[in-house]
């Protein structure tokens, strides 16, 4: 029985379950860190997740490892996707349900 038990061990893939959970915790990264990049620097930071994405891209191509490469490629369209989060939490904000910057908005007032 627990010789039966250990050989199905062995021959069960976690690759997936792996994927899986690291999957969720690099989208559930990203709803904070959309929040904290609006928070402080606004809709500019678009372009930080642009450039994330488009780096996690290339190194997801040119990485052999397979769990490597899609964990890097998950990363990539969580950063496309969050250029899209970013513009939707300007409106979150302004709609009151987050907290402006203060400070951020004293700069914005004073450009305009």
């Not at 199905?8 to 990203?30: D, Q, R, W």
């Not at 939490?89 to 009151?96: A, I, L, P, T």
Request: charged share 15%; with cysteine; aromatic share 16%.
């Amino acid at each position: 029985m627990f010789l039966s038990v250990m050989s199905l061990l062995e021959t069960l893939h976690y690759e997936g379950l792996l994927v899986g959970a690291a999957t969720f915790l690099i989208i559930g990264l990203f709803h904070p860190l959309v929040i904290k990049a609006e928070y402080y620097w606004g809709v500019k930071s678009w372009w930080l997740f642009f450039i994330a994405g488009l780096l996690t891209l290339c190194l997801s191509l040119c990485l052999d490892a397979l769990i490597g490469s899609i964990l890097l490629g998950v990363t990539s369209f969580s950063c496309f996707w969050s250029i899209f989060e970013v513009f939707e939490q300007k409106k979150r904000v302004e709609r009151g349900w987050f907290p402006k910057n203060p400070s951020r908005m004293k700069k914005d007032n004073t450009q305009q």
